[in-house]
């Protein structure tokens, strides 16, 4: 998630919360790696659009994938569309952070780029799935200090609606984006926060307030709350129905 809030020639005020999630830090320390995950059809690219325009520095990692480009999207904004053989390539070079097949497409993240901005002190973050996000955490390297954060849904019939209204994919697609819908959900209690996504612009400053704060530690027993960053073991009824 990159950096660069502009100062006058002024004795500049302390950094406010927004500027300090986009500046790298200054004093050696690495940079954090977050990850944004949840259920397919929950909004998180909607989310992240809102986020994004919060904290223009924040570095953001583009995804690779094999799937088509969908109408509005662009290369290199939106993914990095790569051909089966082109990803096939990365993954034995292990160049992928992770990676997973969802809804018959490959997904991953380039590693390069996110262990670069880490190591200059920039937090990055991921929007990726449920099995990259399980990836990320089991990584060697990375995975202890990552903080992942849940998108849900406020109920299951929700996400049904917004899955069914896309109108971008056939019956069948729809219907398998369901059926892993209900696991995903089920993994929310994997994750160290979560964020319900009843109103984007409320769920955007969330994740504003979890990443412009001190390094949140991963398992906080904080109660989830709509709109609002907090701890991922909190008494939110499953989002089921």
């Known amino acids: 998630m990159n950096p660069s809030p502009g100062a006058d020639a002024g004795a500049p005020p302390g950094p406010g919360p927004a500027d300090r999630a986009a500046c790298p830090e200054t004093d050696g320390r690495r940079g954090r790696l977050f990850v944004l995950s949840g259920p397919s059809g929950v909004g998180k690219s909607t989310v992240l659009a809102h986020l994004r325009r919060e904290l223009p520095g924040l570095w953001y ?30 993954v034995a070079a292990h160049d992928l952070l992770e990676y997973a097949r969802f809804a018959g497409h490959w997904y991953g993240t380039p590693r390069g780029p996110v262990e670069e901005r880490l190591a200059a002190g920039e937090d990055v973050l991921l929007e990726i799935d449920v099995q ?39 019956p069948a697609a729809t219907e398998a984006r369901l059926a892993a819908a209900r696991d995903e959900i089920a993994a929310e209690r994997e994750f160290d926060h979560t964020v319900v996504n009843t109103d984007v612009p409320a769920a955007a400053r969330g994740l504003v307030s979890l990443m412009a704060g001190p390094h949140p530690a991963a398992g906080s027993d904080a109660a989830v709350v709509d709109g609002a960053s907090t701890g991922g073991h909190g008494s939110r009824p499953p989002a089921t129905s």
């Not at 955490?137 to 202890?144: E, F, I, M, N, S």
């Not at 992942?148 to 056939?170: I, M, Q, Y």
């Open 61 to 90: 990692s583009v995804s690779v994938t094999t799937r088509s480009r969908r109408p509005g999207e662009r290369d290199g904004v939106n993914y990095l569309f790569l051909t089966e053989d082109r990803f096939r390539e990365m």
């Open 132 to 170: 990259g996000a399980r990836q990320v955490r089991r990584h060697p390297d990375l995975g202890a200090a990552a903080v992942l954060v849940f998108l849900a849904p406020p109920s299951f019939a929700e996400l049904e609606r917004r899955l069914t209204g896309r109108g971008t994919e056939d």
